[in-house]
């Protein structure tokens, strides 16, 4: 099993539309968890972090489910300029160490 | 403030060259990473360093793959005896500290190697 699991996509969904990505993972130590957003030939940018009681930004609200291992990004009333991969991030103690692991991204297109 | 830099932006080397990428992190940033990103794939963790502590080679794909940091501060990845399958984005991001905080990316550089 991958450390961090994302649905590839693409999901192609209408302006104004509601859509939910999850990402699981395997770490049950996991400790921090964050968004990020990569547009195409971009770099990731820092969308959100997750919090545990989950926390909402704007049209954007994340949320933590630790019993269950994932994490959710909810996007509401879909822009196209939301059009983009949006990675997961999970940072924890792996083998006594710190470390950080990349999803491979779910790629969101937004369609007029 | 300013953000993590990358140069060059763009490097085109024949094969069986050597290249240097440069990194230079945000200021008191004490992590630094470097990535490699091929064509429509997700990121792939090449290495990690962390304040003064052994840096983390784990994700070097091969002994031609090296990485220092001097002072601290800026990095720089080099790759010798550069093969065509070497071609991607190589993309730096620097945090507070590992694992807890979150990366900040530069623009990355784009190697082509022909």
């Known amino acids: 099993r991958k450390e961090v699991e994302q649905d590839p996509g693409p999901f192609n969904v209408p302006e104004g539309a509601t859509v939910a990505f999850n990402c699981t993972y395997s770490?049950?130590?996991?400790?921090?968890f964050f968004w990020y957003r990569q547009d195409c030939r971009k770099e990731p940018k820092l969308l959100m972090s997750?919090?545990?009681s989950g926390n909402e930004d704007g049209r954007f609200t994340a949320q933590l489910n630790r019993a269950s291992q994932y994490i959710s990004l909810l996007i509401r009333d879909s822009k196209l300029s939301d059009s983009a991969t949006y990675l997961c991030?999970?940072?924890?103690?792996?083998?006594?160490?710190?470390?950080?692991?990349f999803g491979i991204g779910t790629k969101l297109q937004v369609i007029p | 403030g300013a953000g993590v830099s990358q140069s060059p932006s763009n490097k085109v080397t024949e094969k069986g060259k050597d290249v240097e990428l440069r990194c230079d992190p945000i200021?008191?940033?004490?992590?630094l990473y470097w990535y490699r990103q091929s064509l429509g794939q997700g990121l792939e963790f090449l290495i990690y360093?962390?304040?003064?502590?052994?840096?983390?080679k784990s994700g070097l794909p091969s002994d031609r793959f090296s990485a220092e940091r001097t002072g601290g501060s800026v990095s720089t990845l080099t790759i010798q005896r550069t093969q065509q399958e070497d071609s991607a984005v190589y993309l730096c991001?620097?945090?507070?500290?590992?694992?807890?905080?979150?990366?900040?990316f530069g623009p990355g550089t784009r190697l082509t190697v022909t």
């Open positions: 991001a620097s945090s507070r500290d590992r694992g807890l905080f979150e990366q900040y």
């Open positions: 770490n049950s130590a996991s400790q921090s």
């Open positions: 997750v919090y545990s």
């Open positions: 991030v999970v940072n924890g103690d792996s083998g006594g160490y710190q470390k950080v692991t």
């Open positions: 200021s008191g940033h004490t992590a």
């Open positions: 360093f962390q304040g003064n502590s052994a840096p983390d």
